[in-house]
T-cell receptor, first 115, second 111 residues
Framework: EAGVAQSPRYKIIEKRQSVAFWCNPISGHATLYWYQQILGQGPKLLIQFQNNGVVDDSQLPKDRFSAERLKGVDSTLKIQPAKLEDSAVYLC?????????????FGDGTRLSIL | GNSVTQMEGPVTLSEEAFLTINCTYT??????LFWYVQYPGEGLQLLLK?????DKGSNKGFEATYRKETTSFHLEKGSVQVSDSAVYFCALSPTGNQFYFGTGTSLTVIP
């Protein structure tokens, strides 16, 4: 089966600019996650969708970050305006139903550098 | 609360050496436990999992046993190869749907 697809792979922007990332989960997976992985750290959950509804966005900096999954399939994550501390790899993951015993399948990530 | 603590790296081993990466957790309820591996420039890949106490997950020569009494899920491999060089993440998922990841342990295997 095709894995989780993310684009772009790399993005370099200046602070205060905006940026968007795209994710296409594994076909049929109801649950989609966006993580932020800062260099040398483990992934930190930003937002979790179940189909097209938000399950958890408690760690999403809502003043600058937004995400949507309009048709319950693809998702976009946006940052506007970007800050230096947003430099990180943004990982998208999906799982079949989101149950606790199911693994999450990750994309290769988007590496964001803020100048 | 829920959290995962991994041994700090980096870890450097010679090929065919024995590997242990320690992982302990704090969780409410009865979580599922996972090990993920991340190769350079790639996303995380599931290595193995265990969903209840005393379960042993295994894959590609790696093993980990879910120890409820010591709240641990240590990763082991009897004979590492150069191709095992990567960052390893321990993770837990409580009875719910959020994952909590450790900070990762970098492993370098030298020929």
């Amino acid at each position: 089966e095709a894995g989780v697809a993310q684009s772009p792979r790399y993005k370099i922007i200046e602070k205060r600019q905006s940026v968007a990332f795209w994710c296409n989960p594994i076909s049929g997976h109801a649950t989609l996650y966006w993580y932020q992985q800062i260099l040398g750290q483990g992934p930190k959950l930003l937002i979790q969708f179940q189909n097209n509804g938000v399950v958890d966005d408690s760690q999403l900096p809502k003043d600058r970050f937004s995400a949507e999954r309009l048709k319950g399939v693809d998702s976009t994550l946006k940052i506007q305006p970007a800050k230096l501390e947003d430099s990180a790899v943004y990982l998208c993951a999906s799982s079949q139903t989101g149950a606790g015993d199911q693994p999450q399948h990750f994309g290769d990530g988007t590496r964001l550098s803020i100048l | 609360g829920n959290s995962v603590t991994q041994m700090e790296g980096p870890v450097t081993l010679s090929e065919e050496a024995f590997l242990t990466i320690n992982c302990t957790y704090t969780a409410t309820g009865y979580p599922s436990l996972f090990w993920y591996v991340q190769y350079p420039g790639e996303g995380l890949q599931l290595l193995l999992k265990a969903t209840k106490a005393d379960d042993k997950g295994s894959n590609k020569g790696f093993e980990a046993t879910y120890r409820k009494e010591t709240t641990s899920f240590h990763l082991e491999k009897g004979s590492v190869q150069v191709s095992d060089s990567a960052v390893y993440f321990c993770a837990l998922s409580p009875t719910g749907n959020q994952f909590y990841f450790g900070t990762g342990t970098s492993l370098t295997v030298i020929p």
